[in-house]
Structures are given as C-alpha cells and as structure tokens.
RNA sequence: GGCCCCUUAGUCUAGUGGUCAGGACGCAUGGUUCUCAGCCAUGAAUCAGGGGUUCAACUCCCCUAGGGGCUACCA
C-alpha cells in the first residue's frame, strides 16, 4: 500500500503528456528548384514521426537566398507535397502559431537575435570585402591551410565600427567562435559527435544585403518554432556545431537531431537534373500513385524488418522509426520504385481504377472515344463498388457514359495484374479508343506477312459478321472452330488476329478483346488487316 | 588541403563474437497459358582490402581504399 501510493505519482510524471515538451518536427526547404525525392523523403520521415508521436507537422520555407529563391519552385513545392498527401499542421496556407512560416517575411525577429549576440559580444560587425575575402581565401589554398575567415574584424574597437558604420560601409554580422575548446552533440541515428571548435570559423548570421545565412535562420527559427526534433539530410551533419554555438550563445534549449543519410543518383553522386527523373511533379505527371512512391521513399533509409516492404501511408504511420533509419546513402532504384507502385496499384479498388484510367486516357486525348461500341454482357454495373462516390468525386474534362464507364471497367477487369503503371494505358488500351494505334512492325512481320494469312483474317472476319451473340464464350467458339476447319492450330489464327486487332504482339485475352472491340470494329479491323498485307 | 560521415549481391536492406549470412526489386530457368502480365517452383549473385584482438570475426579495434558531406555574404 505504501508502495503503491509512492509510486503512483512517479509513473504518472513519466507518462504524462508534457505540453510544454510536446513533438513538434519541420521540413524546411529552399524554394529553389522542385522537391525531388530526396527533400520528400526528409519531409515524409518528419510527417510520419510528427503522426506517429501526435506531434506537429511544420512547414517552413527558407528563402534567404534571394538571388535563387522563386515563386514558381515555392508553387511547385507546395504542390508536391500536396499531391504526396504530406499534410503540415502549420505552414504556408495553414497559418500557425509561430508564424510567419516563410523566412523572407521574419527579417525583424532575426536581426533583433543577432543584435542580441553583439549586445552579448558574441558577434561582431565585420566590414571585410567579398573581395578581400576571395583572395585572402586563394591564399590560403595556395598554402595548403584550411580556408577561414582570418578574424581581421573581430577586434574593431566600438569607435571603429561606429565610423565604418557612419561611413555606410557595407557589413555582415559574424559569430565570434571560441578558439579553443568543443562541441558535443547526440544524434539519433548517428550517436554521439564532437567537434573541435580550432575547426569552424567565425561564419556570417546576417549578410550584408540584411537577410540571415541559413545557419543562423534555422537556429532562431527551430527555437522560436519550438522544434523538438531535427529531422534533416545528412548534408547537414557538419553544419551542427556551428548551429549547437548558436543555440548556447543564444541561450536556447537544444533540439534533439537525427540525421537521414542522403539519397544519391545512380553515379552515386549527389541528386541533381542530369540524374533525369528526381522530382515528384515528374512522378505525379506520369500518374504514379502518391501511396506508392511514400512507399518506396520510406524504404530508402528505413526499414521494418528487411522483410515486410509493402506498407499503407497507415501502417507506416504506425510502424515508423526513427531507431530503425539506416546510416547508409541510398540509391534511387526506379525498377523497385514501379514494382511497388504496381502493388499499390493492384490494391485500389475497380472504382478508384476507372476514375485513374479515365485521368489518363481524357490527358492523352482518348476521350471522347473514336467508336461506340455495345458489349452484349458487360460487367455488372451495380457490382462495381463505390461507384456512386465515384461519379461524384472527381470532375473530368469528358463525362463518359454508363455504357462507356461499363466498357472502361471490363476493360480493367480484362487487363487484371497487366495494368501496372498508369503511365502506359494509352499503349496498352489505346486501340480501344482509337483507330490511331501504333503498329509494331516486328510484330506485323512475325504474324501478318505470310501468304495464307490475308485469306484466314477474311475468313475469321466472316464468321464473326455472322455471329448474333457477341460474347466471350462465342468469339472463342467461333475461332476454335474455324482453326479446326483449316486443319491449323489455334495458334495461328489468335497470334494474327491479336496482331490485326491491336498492332501488338502482346495484349489481354485475345476474345476479351474481340468482345471489348465489338462486331464491327473486329471485323473491320481483320479485314483490313487482310487487304494491307495481301499484296505480298 | 582540413574536418566529418558512410561501406552486407547490380539496387534497397535484415542480421549475430560461432547462422547453410535472411528478405525484396532486378536478372536467369522451368511450369501454367493464345501472347504478355500474374501466379508457382528453381537458380546465379554479397559481408571493400589489409592488419590486429579472440579458441572463433561479416560482427570489436586500427590502417588503407572508395564514395559522400561541410569547409560561401548557397541552403
């Protein structure tokens, strides 16, 4: 009973939700290009620790460099992680408490933090040309020596700085670094870290065009932001200490950090344009599916178990860790990237698939389609689950029919585990919608140019003029058949017809096809078929 | 040049002082089938190198090499 009564209040401290300590992550990127995959997945692991924990999910926008900083990567950006589902908490759009969440419009807050440091004497005014400093830097390459800063006005007396001041000379604030002594810091995923002070520089806060350096902006604003984890690329691993001075000179608590090892190209250099394919807005113009490339960037740098590798945006929610990050750069495999999105793909409902297929065939310009066709026994309607919210939700530039969404859902069931990539519907369904297919020469040589076929294809065509009930079971029927009548395998009236119908050498079930096309579309497309190919 | 980080098949990874070093993508082969996809089965392929420590090292320590980062009035 004692005990009981001791302990209680202990456990209750440990448990209990501390607010003032309370989860808050970041993802921080510089509106100067597009998101590629690497800033997605830095965002994704912070989203899905701030999920996970019941934190918040920051979004900051660090444009400090005006020069590179535009409106249009800060659109592009936003949209992303839009389009990615990476839902922020606060931010840009969202409003917050901490705001503004944009660094160009936080100037002020800066400035009083630096002025703070020379009031503390722990920066200075430095007066030092960008020229003096390139070549006080060449020399010091020229010698071998490590290239710092040299510290020249770091001893101006208040009277110096005042006449350089009252001359308008232009200046930075630098931080005065101690020159003897170290820095420690823990990472999450890395452990511990020292680094000897003899090592960093008085590096700038403010530049002289009054906007603050990345270092010094990150610290003030993960402070004023109340940011409890660092969650970043590793690219900032050497960039801690100097950010770990600011926070002490500037009498902050430390963030916790966790340092994600990099994404690199398949040269295993850093990302950039010549490694091709690295944006999201890439990915989602080819419609891949936002839950599969979460996915897969989950697993560049983290993993379950080694095992299990296929995971809703729920389960990695739940199942996310930031123990379990590797330390190891990964490289951007796209031939996994697209596997996992085909089983992403395989998992969304008939519903869902209509309303993607439809995206992509009206942007391709499939639709309206060219030719009407009647299946005698479509699917079911009604069997198609979700379909009321379906026709609902999304709003396409072409309504299709209920005789054409009945057509475009055979199709799906008909295509099955062969639809794997959104991207290449029109190859693989356009002749369907179109009589402006392309044809593969290969396979029109491999199953069209012999002399007895022109003469088969009329033959087939004829039979299935005559045919009432066009179905699957008949169309089969009716080839069988006539295979058996010519003495020839089955074989060798499917390949050329499969050709003739779609111009390809692969397609799903040939009658399914023949069904999908319907009467006259397949036997004018046999017979022409016939015509083309008979001259030889 | 200085400082820092990383190193398990082609790629992403699991893993322990004693394991047949596990999984996945990709690749190859066979089966199913009208082709393809799928599915099933099978296979090839890995602990960067060298020193230690230890009865024993992929695992711990050191060195080398390779890759990456920082060293900007870029972020």
């Given at each position: 009973?004692?005990?009981?009564?001791?302990?209680?209040?202990?456990?209750?401290?440990?448990?209990?939700?501390?607010?003032?300590?309370?989860?808050?992550?970041?993802?921080?990127?510089?509106?100067?290009?597009?998101?590629?995959?690497?800033?997605?997945?830095?965002?994704?692991y912070?989203?899905?620790?701030?999920?996970?924990?019941?934190?918040?999910?920051?979004?900051?926008?660090?444009?400090?460099?005006?020069?590179?900083?535009?409106?249009?990567?800060?659109?592009?950006?936003?949209?992303s992680?839009?389009?990615?589902?990476?839902?922020w908490?606060?931010?840009?759009?969202?409003?917050?408490?901490?705001?503004?969440?944009?660094?160009?419009?936080?100037?002020?807050?800066?400035?009083?933090?630096?002025?703070?440091?020379i009031?503390?004497?722990?920066?200075?005014?430095?007066?030092?040309?960008?020229?003096?400093?390139?070549?006080?830097?060449?020399?010091?390459?020229?010698?071998?020596?490590?290239p710092?800063?040299?510290?020249?006005?770091?001893?101006?007396?208040?009277?110096e700085?005042?006449?350089?001041?009252?001359?308008?000379?232009?200046?930075?604030?630098?931080?005065?670094?101690?020159?003897?002594?170290?820095?420690?810091?823990?990472?999450?995923?890395?452990?511990?870290?020292?680094f000897?002070?003899?090592?960093?520089?008085?590096?700038?806060?403010?530049?002289?065009?009054?906007?603050?350096?990345?270092?010094?902006?990150?610290?003030?604003?993960?402070?004023?932001?109340?940011?409890?984890?660092?969650?970043?690329?590793?690219?900032h691993?050497?960039?801690?200490?100097?950010?770990?001075?600011?926070?002490?000179?500037?009498?902050?608590?430390?963030?916790?950090?966790?340092?994600?090892?990099?994404?690199?190209?398949?040269?295993?250099?850093?990302?950039?344009?010549?490694?091709?394919?690295?944006?999201?807005?890439?990915?989602?113009?080819?419609?891949?599916?936002?839950?599969?490339?979460?996915?897969?960037?989950?697993?560049?740098?983290?993993?379950?178990?080694?095992?299990?590798?296929?995971?809703?945006?729920?389960?990695?929610?739940?199942?996310?860790?930031?123990?379990?990050?590797?330390?190891?750069?990964?490289i951007?495999?796209?031939?996994?990237?697209e596997?996992?999105?085909?089983?992403?793909?395989?998992?969304?409902?008939?519903?869902?698939?209509?309303?993607?297929?439809?995206?992509?065939?009206?942007?391709?310009?499939?639709?309206?389609?060219?030719?009407?066709?009647?299946?005698?026994?479509?699917?079911?309607?009604?069997?198609?689950?979700?379909?009321?919210?379906?026709?609902?939700?999304?709003?396409?530039?072409?309504?299709?029919?209920?005789?054409?969404?009945?057509?475009?859902?055979?199709?799906?069931?008909?295509l099955?585990?062969r639809?794997?990539?959104?991207?290449?519907?029109?190859?693989?369904?356009?002749?369907?919608?179109?009589?402006?297919?392309?044809?593969?020469?290969?396979?029109?040589?491999?199953?069209?140019?012999?002399?007895?076929?022109?003469?088969?294809?009329?033959?087939?065509?004829?039979?299935?003029?005559?045919?009432?009930?066009?179905?699957?079971?008949?169309a089969?029927?009716?080839?069988?058949?006539?295979?058996?009548?010519?003495?020839?395998a089955?074989?060798?009236?499917?390949?050329?017809?499969?050709?003739?119908?779609t111009?390809?050498?692969?397609?799903?079930?040939?009658?399914?096809?023949?069904?999908?096309?319907?009467?006259?579309?397949?036997?004018?497309?046999?017979?022409?078929?016939?015509?083309?190919?008979?001259?030889?």
């Amino acid at each position: 009973m004692i005990i009981r009564l001791y302990l209680k209040p202990v456990g209750r401290c440990r448990t209990m939700p501390n607010p003032e300590n309370h989860i808050r992550v970041r993802f921080a990127p510089s509106p100067t290009g597009h998101l590629h995959v690497g800033g997605a997945r830095t965002a994704l692991y912070n989203y899905l620790y701030a999920r996970k924990t019941g934190g918040k999910f920051i979004l900051r926008i660090e444009d400090t460099d005006a020069k590179r900083s535009t409106a249009e990567s800060y659109k592009g950006i936003i949209e992303s992680m839009e389009w990615l589902g990476l839902n922020w908490d606060e931010g840009p759009l969202r409003g917050g408490d901490f705001g503004p969440y944009t660094q160009s419009r936080r100037r002020v807050l800066y400035n009083n933090e630096a002025q703070k440091l020379i009031d503390k004497g722990k920066a200075y005014y430095c007066f030092c040309t960008p020229e003096r400093l390139e070549t006080m830097r060449f020399e010091m390459e020229e010698k071998k020596l490590p290239p710092k800063y040299d510290g020249r006005c770091r001893g101006l007396s208040e009277v110096e700085v005042a006449e350089r001041l009252s001359k308008g000379i232009p200046h930075v604030f630098r931080f005065k670094m101690p020159i003897e002594g170290s820095v420690f810091f823990r990472d999450i995923v890395r452990g511990e870290f020292s680094f000897e002070n003899g090592n960093l520089d008085d590096f700038v806060l403010i530049k002289s065009d009054g906007r603050p350096t990345y270092n010094f902006a990150v610290v003030v604003d993960d402070a004023h932001m109340k940011i409890s984890h660092i969650i970043r690329g590793d690219d900032h691993l050497s960039n801690t200490p100097r950010q770990v001075h600011l926070y002490r000179a500037l009498g902050y608590n430390l963030p916790k950090f966790a340092h994600l090892p990099m994404i690199l190209g398949s040269d295993h250099s850093r990302l950039s344009k010549r490694h091709g394919a690295t944006s999201i807005a890439y990915y989602r113009n080819r419609h891949y599916l936002p839950e599969g490339l979460l996915n897969y960037l989950a697993l560049l740098g983290w993993s379950l178990d080694g095992k299990k590798e296929l995971f809703t945006r729920k389960a990695l929610i739940d199942k996310f860790s930031l123990k379990k990050v590797s330390k190891n750069p990964a490289i951007f495999d796209n031939s996994k990237m697209e596997w996992i999105n085909s089983e992403h793909l395989k998992e969304v409902s008939l519903a869902g698939k209509i309303s993607l297929v439809q995206d992509v065939l009206d942007e391709e310009g499939l639709l309206p389609p060219e030719f009407d066709v009647d299946i005698t026994k479509p699917v079911d309607l009604k069997i198609v689950p979700g379909r009321e919210e379906m026709k609902e939700e999304k709003s396409h530039n072409y309504k299709m029919s209920d005789k054409e969404i009945e057509r475009l859902a055979t199709i799906i069931i008909v295509l099955g585990n062969r639809l794997k990539l959104l991207k290449n519907i029109p190859a693989i369904i356009g002749y369907f919608y179109t009589d402006d297919y392309k044809v593969d020469e290969e396979a029109v040589r491999m199953h069209l140019l012999r002399s007895e076929i022109p003469n088969r294809m009329n033959k087939l065509a004829d039979e299935y003029e005559k045919l009432k009930y066009f179905d699957r079971k008949s169309a089969e029927k009716v080839l069988r058949d006539l295979a058996f009548d010519l003495k020839i395998a089955a074989g060798e009236l499917i390949h050329p017809c499969r050709v003739a119908l779609t111009g390809k050498i692969v397609s799903p079930d040939i009658f399914w096809v023949v069904v999908l096309l319907g009467k006259d579309k397949t036997v004018e497309r046999l017979r022409k078929a016939a015509k083309l190919y008979s001259v030889i």
